[in-house]
């Protein structure tokens, strides 16, 4: 089937989605600049969905979540986070999968997992239940005071934030292979205080998410006056950003956690290793890139008798470096050798000719966009900013299903070889015999 070009009533492979929730909705959106407000500073108990608007489950669970928002109003408060766009927020609460639901009651600090049914009414039970448990807990003394007050008093580890001094400062930041986020802070300063369980429960929140791979420290200006002033340090608090071999940064963002967390995880996405490029092996790699992907990337490289291994590593090469350019959109990266798997190449119309070949599948909508331009650099990056924005052909994948792929041996990274053909001993045959005549 040929690809249908769009128009402009055409639907484009990664789809531009409609936010899920309104304004007219009793549901509130959620965003790292206002969920501090919201939610972790309200006495109210919360219902929050973690949801991706490309992710079917959550488009299923959305009329539903409507529902009990409007049913729960003025009793307990519905939210949703679109965690695709701001991942951070999701990170913070470890959201691993669409839709995640939290339920942030007594100690907003660590929500609990919401675990009943999907429906409107399961949904309501679930939260009238947590509510009547928190009515309990205050009765009985546990729980008394404002979250807020008690946010500011466990909100957040100082442990977390890494004390730095003139004397340990190169050694700790200068010389990590780390990114680092600094606060420069004066002891007196009212703006400082107002920080500090901010900067602490974003260092312990980072800290996690990013395995130690960001980190957030703290100076006292007045007492290591040395490195201040290095780094031309004048009001406080002042934040700069410190990448190994690169001149700090200034750090201009919101002052909130989830600021914070927000500009950590996006440094640590661009310091981040590129996806992995896996071979096409069985069922399950495919199965398990695609699915967990908005779209995957998929080349069929020519036969190893074609290209040999310094061609083929040529184009994997190729594919590597777009696949750490693309690094942010959290794609999938496959390739498979021609022939190997005939199904997939029927399935997006390669079929037999044309090597190398690339297509982008979005296995939720079942659509796929081949590669027109050249299988380099600058051909595959106008192909993959294309679909990025919107644009693109793009077509049904074949049957409207994934096609079935065959387990394969994994390439042994080296050249090709003939097959050897069998050779037969003909030493006994007399050549000459006539088969229909006996011998006396």
């Known amino acids: ?55 079917g489950h959550c488009q299923n669970l959305a009329p539903e979540w409507k529902k009990a928002a409007t049913a729960l109003k003025g009793v307990v408060k519905v ?24 339920i942030f009651g007594a100690n907003k600090n660590k929500p609990e997992e919401y675990q009943g049914g999907r429906s409107s009414q399961a949904i309501v039970d679930g939260a009238v239940n947590a509510l009547r448990t928190l009515v309990k807990e205050r009765l009985s003394g546990k ?3 404002s979250s807020y007050n008690k946010q500011h008093s466990t909100g957040g580890s100082k442990k977390d934030v890494v004390e730095l001094t003139d004397d340990n400062f190169d ?15 004066a002891p007196w300063c009212g703006h400082c205080k107002n920080l500090e369980p901010e900067w602490a429960a974003a260092a312990t929140a980072v800290k996690e998410q990013t395995k130690g791979k960001v980190r957030l420290g703290a100076v006292d200006a007045t007492v290591h006056q040395a490195v201040s002033s290095r780094y031309g340090v004048r009001g406080f608090p002042t934040i700069k950003i410190f990448r190994k071999g690169e001149e700090p ?14 500009k950590a995880m996006d440094l640590f996405s661009d310091n981040a290793p590129g996806p992995e490029l896996l071979e096409i092996l069985n069922e399950d790699i495919m199965k398990k890139t695609c699915e967990d ?31 750490d350019k693309y690094k942010k959109k959290l794609w999938g990266w496959l390739w498979t050798e021609a022939g190997a798997q005939m199904e997939l190449e029927a399935s997006l119309g390669i079929g037999g000719f044309g090597y190398p070949a690339m297509a982008a599948i979005n296995a939720r909508k079942m659509k796929f966009a081949l590669l027109r331009g050249s299988f380099s650099e600058t051909g595959i990056h106008e192909f993959l900013r294309e679909l990025s924005v919107g644009r693109g052909s793009t077509a049904t994948l074949g049957g409207g299903v ?15 070889q003939l097959p050897v053909e069998e ?10 015999e006539d088969p229909g005549k006996e011998e006396l």
């Open 402 to 416: 994934m096609p079935k792929i065959n387990t394969v041996e994994a390439w042994d990274g080296k050249d090709g």
């Open 423 to 432: 050779e037969y001993d003909l030493s006994d045959v007399d050549l000459d």
């Open 143 to 145: 729980s008394g005071g």
């Open 171 to 185: 050694e700790t930041v200068l010389r990590s292979d780390d990114v680092w986020m600094v606060e420069f802070f």
């Open 1 to 55: 089937m040929g690809p249908i070009l769009l128009g402009v009533l055409g639907c484009s492979l990664v789809l531009s989605v409609q936010a899920m929730y309104s304004s007219s909705d009793d549901v509130i959106e959620l965003t790292p600049s206002n969920f501090n407000r919201e939610v972790i500073q309200s006495d109210s108990l919360w219902l929050v969905e973690f949801y991706a608007p490309w992710c």
């Open 249 to 262: 940064e200034d750090y201009q963002g919101g002052r909130s956690r989830g600021d914070i967390i927000e």
């Open 293 to 323: 992907s908005q779209l995957c990337i998929i080349a069929v490289l020519p036969h190893i008798l074609d290209t040999g291994a310094a061609g083929r590593n040529g184009y994997l090469d190729v594919m590597m470096k777009m696949a």
């Open 79 to 102: 939210g949703a986070v679109d965690a695709d766009q701001h991942k951070s927020l999701g990170g913070q609460y470890g959201v691993r999968g669409f839709p995640t639901i939290k």
